[in-house]
């Protein structure tokens, strides 16, 4: 299990983005931390569980919304 400890200053998505790599895996590590629901900027000294994220490879080609029917 992985786990983060917060400097004074973090917020949520700054913490998401370096530990997990992206800002719209946030809601991911709130929940797994919900008891630190009622922070929106941290007190340095919170552990924090950082969440398994399963990595799926790329493939490559275009993303489906972008690709266009033949």
């Known amino acids: 299990m992985k786990t983060y400890t917060t ?4 917020m949520w998505d700054m ?3 370096r530990t997990l790599g992206s800002v719209y895996l ?5 929940m797994s931390n919900r008891q630190y629901l009622d ?3 941290f007190p340095a ?3 924090l ?5 399963e990595q799926k ?4 080609g275009m993303p489906p919304w972008k690709a266009r029917e033949t």
């Open 26 to 30: 946030t809601d991911r590590l709130m």
């Open 57 to 60: 490879p790329i493939t490559g």
């Open 49 to 53: 569980t950082v969440p398994e994220i």
């Open 39 to 41: 922070f929106y900027t």
């Open 15 to 17: 913490i998401a983005y």
């Open 45 to 47: 000294g919170i552990v």
């Open 7 to 10: 400097v004074q200053g973090d």
